[in-house]
């Protein structure tokens, strides 16, 4: 392995480590060197993953430093330090949040779980709402990673079933499962920087986000009903066969019983410490989810006495997971260069005032139809939900807007929603594809537009009826 890869590795380390001391010791060297450690990491990036492969973080950072050096006041120096640091909190959380999966991989808990709820699914649309909700809570480990083990999980049963139609009905439950945790699940990134930023309320913005995910879920499940119309075919029949050939190999309902429950433990123990720590104490979601997680994940292993389990996986993580992460940790710090720069030239009272002039022609019109739109376009830019979630809620904390901070989460996180659904050039999309066969733009937008559509006036017709209530 090259000097550089490894210089990178330690550098992110680093960075993250230092988030975590600074949180709580703060100290002027310490924070200069967490700025210099961020620019390294940069420049390391760029050696690591080549130049052509660089182009969005290099057009971030270079676009901050132009709007730093014209327009923002105070020294160069210290304006550079603090937009370095701007994405740090982010950056701790991602560093973080594998350890997860780690719990999760230790015991098949996902195959248990089906294996009991195997008479559950005996039909299309069962089926489609299993793999749905799965789906959606196994995002809690995974993030997106659930797109792929959750494929590959549906393709053991479905093996003998093949062509569009199949795939058609496999991918939009993956994908607009995983979509749909991005309103409400507090380990997605982009939810949880967005309910810190906006200093939003977290049981409102997760409540709230809940039920719209709930409509959304069963909206999604009456199209997969017409989709399977479409296509006459009997897919309950062929779903039936399979599984039935597929329970000869599960394990005795003890076991699946004993896995569940574990499961359903687990899941409690680590959201429902995070969402009661948040609520007691006062302590920032950026800090405390990462904190916990570490916690949680320490616990487990040894619970289960497997320490040399837990050393073995942070092993492998800082050997090959930490590299892994360079370019989204290059594009996010690149990012807050570029946000802490705009912050500074007052572009965010600009569009708000833009958008009021606007109302004063068209009265209905107001910025919660647009904040879903931008980071729509902004996804099909190529710009993945955490960036774009940066982006304009790095912006929007800047400002004052006229509605509760929730209703500003929802509206833009059902954008970050329908940009997975449709956009090709987006990491869940791109992962489907790759796993299934299929080109980006047909698992993206040919497949998903018209429930984009109905998800996004769901949406809007709630948070306009609570903003103008």
Known sequence: MGVTTKALRFCILLYALLYF?????ENERLTGLHAIIGLFMLLLSVIHLKIHHFKLPLFLLLTGFTIMLVFAEGSFPENLQSGLLQMRHIIGLLAVVPMISWVLRSEPYVEEIIGLAHNFLDTSRKFYTGVMFFTHIISYFLLFGCIPMMYHFVNDILKNQRGEEWEKYKGTALLRAFALSTLWVIS????????????????????????????????AIVFSYFEE?????????????E????????????QQKRKTLEF???????????????????VELMILIPIVIIIWSGIYFLVKKRPKRLLSEMKEYYLNGLSSQAYQFSVLTSAGVMIFSLNQTGIGTAIVEGVYALQEVVPFINILYFLPLIVIVLGFMGLGPLTVMVLVAGILESISLPYPPELIVLAVTSGSAISILLSPLIMPVIVLSGTNGLSPLKNGLKFNYKYAIVLYVMVQVYVQWMANG
């Open 229 to 241: 119309k479409r296509y006459s075919i009997d897919l309950t029949a062929e779903i039936k066969t």
């Open 264 to 282: 359903g433990f687990l899941f409690i123990t680590l959201f429902g410490t995070i969402f009661l720590t948040y609520e007691m104490l006062s």
């Open 188 to 219: 997605i990134p982009s939810f949880a920087f967005a309910v810190e930023a906006l200093n939003a309320s977290l049981s409102v913005t997760i409540l709230q986000g809940f039920l719209v995910t709930a409509a959304a879920m069963i909206v």
């Open 21 to 25: 001391i600074t949180y709580f010791l």
């Open 243 to 254: 599984i039935d050939t597929v329970l000869e190999k599960f394990s005795n309902k003890k």
